[in-house]
């Protein structure tokens, strides 16, 4: 934050008119950068350096225009405490929401524990085609729902998204047999598909790059969270099996689905639109933030990254900009690791209340037993999202999720049949609660995106990836393997092999990328710099000032 704060220091000295000096004359250059500030943006020094405040003006239609001014200035301090009120007001929400989310998509785990597929009269390979329809068609809604999002506002599209799917989730409580449950899984993916890039993008107009990824590690936090709280409630809801002649996973169906609904309906009451679009009848007439605040906010998000005020916050894309955005090859490193970093550790997640079962556990005794996992999991996620920042070490401490998961796959192999419940459930906690890179892969996916037009598509692109990884998952276990499963745990003990040469290799390859481009750069003089900014048609992470994260 204190570098932020020497920089608008320099530049309100450096655009200061005087006889001698033009407007846009400045003496950023002679002020040494740290390390912390140039891992924080994406861009060079010298992509604010002279002239650099008109080349990254705002587009008039640009939702804080009227708050942008390169020559405003604010204690560090004053910063650190707008962003704990950006926390209170906006994280918080938003992990409330992702909580509705992962309750309505989660809870068949438990259901299963409540013998939801012998009521039904279906079997595990009926559960693994469902899950397949759920998953393709929430992959298949991902852009669309993108897209949607972009032209009316994450504000107003996320709220129609939850009340709709909790309509739903409530309507599983009416389950008849297969026929039903692949229309509901099918409704489910459809409406659910899209939230979560949509909420990431809702997230980037309140925070800078630097500050994105812990702030995704607690909207996974709240996922996970999620199954605990989802735990204890199983544990009460499945005991009402019996009242109205209703089996407890439907009730738990019932309950689940109205409380999301609630969440939503109050979620379209207290979003706002962006940081100086607070003030309504519900919020207050004067808004969350004083003028003040207001500038700040804007100024520091256009200052780490300029291309945020590229695009109205309910402005569409185009579909010439939709299909640069989709041939950005520089994108596809980050789109093949989401395809298969998370299978090693998925298919065992889907099926451990199933597992737990079938080494002797009860209902409710399997339900509980899911929280050990959790609890891991949430501490992993803290401690990866932290180190990454940290290091600056992004891919490589994504690295050790595969480095983790390897030797405990190996293991589920090796065990022998007649190893006791205990240890496969150590097993699959470890398993479960695996080192969880998403917060670090979906910060790299909109960091290295380089302007919101890019990023509206690739944390699309990027998720729909990760909800391909979890249809191929959804059928590595097979029913003619169960209940040992060894066959699928040699299928992912190979994914995972291909995991670490692919971590590797993107690590490498935006290395070289970099090294391309500053080759180009470093060459040019200050006054060739210069002209680049002023005339070069490249957008986002085209243009030569532009370094990818890794």
């Known amino acids: 934050m204190s570098d932020i704060k020497v920089i608008t220091n320099v530049l309100t000295t ?9 407007r846009k004359s400045s003496v950023l250059d002679e002020v040494p950068i740290t390390a912390k500030s140039a891992a924080g943006s994406a861009f060079t020094r010298e992509s604010i350096g002279k002239d650099g405040v008109d080349h990254y003006r705002p587009i008039p239609e640009y ?64 559960y693994n085609t469902g899950q397949t329809i759920f998953y393709l068609c929430f992959l298949g809604a991902e852009l669309p729902s993108q897209l949607i999002s972009k032209a009316i506002g994450p504000d107003r599209w996320i709220p129609v998204q939850m009340v709709s ?15 039903s449950f692949f229309v509901c899984r099918a409704l489910l993916g459809l409406i659910e598909g899209g939230f979560i890039p949509d909420t990431v993008l809702y997230l980037t107009y309140w925070y800078t790059g630097s500050e994105l990824p812990i702030r995704l590690s607690f909207f996974w936090v709240s996922y996970q969270a999620t199954n605990i709280v989802a735990a204890f409630m199983a544990f009460g809801i499945l005991r009402m099996r019996g009242i109205n002649d209703m089996a407890g996973w439907r009730w738990l169906f019932a309950l689940e689905g109205i409380l999301t609904g609630l969440i939503g309906i109050l979620a379209y009451f207290y979003l706002p639109p962006s940081p100086t679009q607070t003030a309504s009848k519900f919020r207050g007439k004067e808004g969350w933030f004083t003028e003040h605040q207001e500038k ?61 079962r079938s080494v002797g556990f009860d209902t409710f005794e399997t339900n509980l037993l899911t929280i050990p996992a959790n609890v891991l999991f949430i501490s992993w996620l803290l401690t990866m999202t932290w180190l990454s920042e940290k290091t600056n070490q992004r891919l490589l401490v994504a690295l050790i999720s595969q480095l983790w998961a390897l030797p405990l796959l190996i293991a589920t192999v090796l065990v022998p049949a007649s190893v006791g419940p205990w240890v496969r ?21 909109s ?38 499963y060894r066959r699928g ?22 290395i070289w990328r970099n090294s391309q481009r500053e080759k180009i750069w470093g060459l040019m003089t200050a006054e060739e710099k210069q002209h680049y900014l002023r005339t070069t048609t490249d957008k986002g992470n085209r243009r030569l000032d532009f370094r990818f994260a890794h």
């Open 14 to 22: 450096a655009i200061e008119p005087s006889p001698s000096t033009s």
């Open 63 to 126: 939702e804080g225009i009227h708050r942008y001014d390169p020559t405003y200035t604010w204690e560090p301090t004053e910063e650190k405490a707008i962003v704990r009120k950006i926390d209170y007001r906006i994280c918080t929400f938003v992990c409330l929401m992702f909580f509705a989310l992962q309750l309505d998509r989660g809870n068949i785990a438990q259901a299963l524990s409540d013998n939801m597929l012998g009521d039904l009269g279906m079997n595990t390979n009926d």
């Open 165 to 179: 799917w909790s309509l739903i989730a409530s309507m599983q409580a009416l389950l008849s047999g297969r026929t």
């Open 296 to 356: 700040v906010m804007v100024n520091r998000v256009l200052r780490d990254d300029p291309s945020k005020g590229d695009m109205h916050n309910r402005e569409a894309l185009s579909f010439k900009v939709l299909f640069e955005a989709i041939s950005d090859y520089d994108m596809w490193p980050i789109y093949l690791i989401g395809l298969t970093w998370l299978i090693p550790s998925s298919p065992i997640g889907m099926y451990l209340t199933l597992q737990l």
């Open 425 to 445: 459930w150590a097993l699959s906690t470890l398993l479960v609660g695996n080192p969880y890179a998403h917060a670090i892969l979906v910060a790299i996916t």
């Open 447 to 484: 960091r290295n995106a380089g302007s919101v037009r890019t990023r509206t598509v690739a944390s699309a692109i990027y998720n729909m990836c990760v909800q391909a990884s979890s249809i191929i998952s959804s059928n590595i276990y097979r029913d003619n393997d169960k209940p040992l």
């Open 489 to 510: 745990n040699k299928v992912l003990i190979a994914i995972c092999v291909y995991n670490i040469f692919l971590f590797v290799g993107a690590k490498f390859y935006y």
